[in-house]
């Protein structure tokens, strides 16, 4: 497996002040990744102006929220795209700072690169209400985007798509991230719309080893009681390249874990 050419991590950060303070420059160097997609900035351009514009020689490029502290993705990466798309043309979302897409365009193939960040529900009805509308904008516009170009989206999907992709499934399925719409759409995607769960392609029983968020409460995180809901999502011929991949369950930057997978190509 030494000939992986493209390595890829998903993170989200619950704050990149937060994250940094924890050693994750340091870590990003040792893995020696291409890019890190990552979700939860909990900054804004002047926050990040100075400090975070590289991390480990990697340079990011974002989408910050309007609201202070609160969401924002970035991609940082070692090579250098043909186009940033930032934001998905919808208000209510790119207010929210939700999806930036890196382009890597050549002769020989035509490469997207996404961190998006997909609402939380939990909150109430009305959080979950516009959840289910991100989603009704998102299905469209992958498809839209695999019709034309190879694509993997990385992010914290906030969907935990089956019943070994979270420890208490029974307890959980009234409760948002494990509803049967969003399951529902997650499986859609993955059959209608021909996209692949590139972790499950390489480990499609994993259990607890899968998870990669625990909730602050109890001892949530000691005992494992977690949820897999970050995700590589991938179009056929990247997700048949994928070689191995890795969640770092003990690297705490917050309160999710990196998802690192090696892809058998080169930019």
């Not at 990149?16 to 890019?35: F, N, P, Q, V, Y």
């Not at 034309?148 to 070994?164: F, P, W, Y």
């Not at 590139?198 to 998870?211: C, K, M």
């Not at 949820?227 to 890795?246: F, G, K, N, P, V």
Request: hydrophobic content about 40%.
């Amino acid at each position: 497996m030494g000939n992986s050419l493209f390595k890829l991590t998903s993170l989200n950060l619950n704050g990149i002040r937060s994250a940094t303070s924890k050693g994750l420059e340091d870590w990003l160097a040792a893995h020696a990744l291409d890019c890190i997609c990552v979700q939860e900035l909990k900054a804004q351009q002047p926050d990040v102006a100075g400090r975070f514009e590289t991390l480990a020689g990697l340079q990011g490029h974002f989408h910050f929220a309007q609201k202070k502290g609160y969401s924002g993705v970035g991609i940082y990466t070692r090579h250098v795209p043909s186009d940033v798309v930032v934001g998905l043309g919808v208000p209510e979302f790119d207010d929210e700072g939700r999806y930036v897409e890196l382009r890597f365009d050549t002769p020989a193939r035509k490469l997207s690169v996404v961190s998006a960040y997909f609402p939380s529900g939990s909150s109430g009805d009305e959080r979950q209400a516009a959840k289910y509308r991100f989603l009704d904008v998102m299905y469209p516009h992958l498809q839209a985007l695999a019709a034309s170009r190879e694509v993997l989206l990385c992010g914290d999907v906030n969907i935990a798509h089956q019943e070994i992709d979270l420890k208490n499934w029974k307890g959980n399925l009234k409760n948002s991230g494990f509803l049967p719409e969003e399951r529902a759409w997650m499986t859609r995607l993955l059959t209608e719309a021909g996209w692949h769960d590139v972790y499950r392609r390489l480990h499609p029983t994993e259990t607890e080893a899968a998870y990669t968020w625990w909730s602050n409460r109890g001892q949530a995180y000691a005992k494992n009681v977690g949820w897999r809901i970050d995700y590589h999502l991938a179009t056929r011929a990247l997700a048949e390249t994928a070689q191995r991949t890795a969640v770092f369950k003990d690297q705490r930057f917050s309160d999710h874990a990196p998802l690192t997978v090696e892809y058998g190509f080169k930019l």
